[in-house]
């Protein structure tokens, strides 16, 4: 499952502690409301999580989930209904079985892994990770049958309309949570009143069904847990997420080099990961945070997941926006070379090698893996906007030719930002 690695390594991260989503007063009498975390942001390691919290929420028919998004620079969805219920039955059970395995899982696994996944379109295709499919970005909400097939041709507008979700639909999707600020990132569930007791799942259509959860509807008659209880729940898996996290972050090399992945990092490092399987983190960091150098001296990050290394940064834009239409698509100023030389393509093939993946067949698949890219951007004189672009993987090496403190950061993620000192 190398390439639900891949979009945690792309990842993006963010969500409060969970003790400050407090409770709303609700609607409708007798109807409650608790609130789910999607991503949580770290005060210690800037990262995404790319889980809900907590995975389950208990409530009654009538009753709302928010689901609360702190902004990490990673989008999400919350895509639910038949459609997905049908499929995380056939996933659910594989993720169980070998999402935290180091083997590959048998070919058949796979094949049914992907059968189960072909009626449900991805925010983004693993073609083009800068392009947002309009099938799945944009809201969606059906009685019967399954968003358009072309992934350039959005939901019609009367279909992107929300309703209540009431269980049957057969596809109920948020499309991207729009970016509202820091905080302000949510999609609202209101339970139908006539919603049966069940199990309903959830998953993010860009992360894919390793972030995914549930909400369990249980009859008037049985209680549900307070928001105080779901809070606690919710920290409870963090934290257990949050451990891996925290040592990885302390194990990363701020000198020498280490292995990730199968490939060399040499400090400075654009990112790290968390290399055990099922970890669904990203850690968003420069490594270390400050660096010295003197005048002249090459300075070259590697890049480990997709990030930005980027000085003298405009005010914080998201990377993902909707324009007014609905399209949603991704911000270019976030993935563009400023100032700086054009960036390798992402080279697919050499993803289908990573991968072991034979569907990619040729002789790629048996060479070595391509080296990594160099990118040479040159000396900087300390003024103006300069940004490496978007790069998933390689070296970034710069110059400066002016001595001073240059704070810079990753225009992915608002959390991750570091220092250059030139002396
Ligand atoms: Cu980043």
Redesign the pocket.
Known sequence: MRRLLLWVLLG?AACLAATACGTDASGAPGAETRRVLVDYVHDEVASSFIAYFPRDVRMHPGDTVVFQQEWT?EPHSVTMGRMVDEMMGVVGPLIEKYGDSEEEPPKKVMDRYYKAMAPLPDMISEGNLLAVNQNAGQPCYLDRGGPPKDSDTPCDDADQVQPPFNGRQSYYNSGFIPYEGPQGNEFTVQLADDIEPGVYNYYCNLHGPFQAGTITVVGEDEPIPSQEEVSRQARTEIEAMAEPLAAAFEAAPREGKAEIFGTTATPPL??WAVEAPGAHMSI?EFIPRAIEVAVGEPVAWTFV????VSFDVPEYFAQVIVEDDGTVVFNEDASRPIDSPPLPELDESAEGAQEGGDEQGGEEAQGPPPEPPLIDAGTWDGEGFRSSGLLWEGTYRMRFATPGQYSYA????PQ?VGTVEVR
């Open positions: 993006l620079g654009a990112g968003n997941g997709g990030h930005t990753c225009l992915i993620h991750m």
